[in-house]
């Protein structure tokens, strides 16, 4: 069973920085897609960046491109999501996901494993 654990989040002023790391276990991971994804109160859950476990292929959202960093450490079967120069747009719940398609996507319905989640909070 594959199991996905989120840690990292917290409380930061605008213009500060995190980083989220997503803990994976049950699987080998290596040809799966990892995605961290976000939802704030009252909004849809929406996609954040993604990671080709073979190779480190990167996709980001529009918005965090250019702030938010992913990657992935195989030796800890981890993946991390460096955010830098956050805004308070960026408050939300952050999920971690898996996906064993092949290629790299940015809807939930691509993702079949799930986080609980981690909360981060950026204040003005």
């Known amino acids: 069973q594959v199991q996905l654990v989120e840690s990292g989040g917290g409380l930061v002023q605008a213009g500060g920085s995190l980083r989220l790391s997503c803990a994976a276990s049950?699987?080998?991971?290596?040809?799966?897609?990892m995605g961290w994804f976000r939802q704030a109160p009252g909004k849809e859950r929406e996609f954040v960046a993604a990671i080709s476990w073979i190779g480190g292929t990167t996709y980001y959202a529009p918005s965090v491109k250019g702030r938010f960093a992913i990657s992935r450490d195989g030796s800890k079967n981890t993946v991390y999501l460096q955010m830098n120069s956050l805004k308070p747009e960026d408050t939300a719940v952050y999920y971690c996901?898996?996906?064993?398609?092949?290629?790299?996507?940015?809807?939930?319905?691509?993702?079949?494993?799930w986080g609980q989640g981690t909360q981060v909070t950026v204040s003005s």
């Open positions: 049950g699987r080998t991971f290596s040809s799966y897609v």
């Open positions: 996901a898996a996906s064993r398609g092949v290629a790299i996507g940015s809807t939930t319905r691509a993702y079949e494993y």
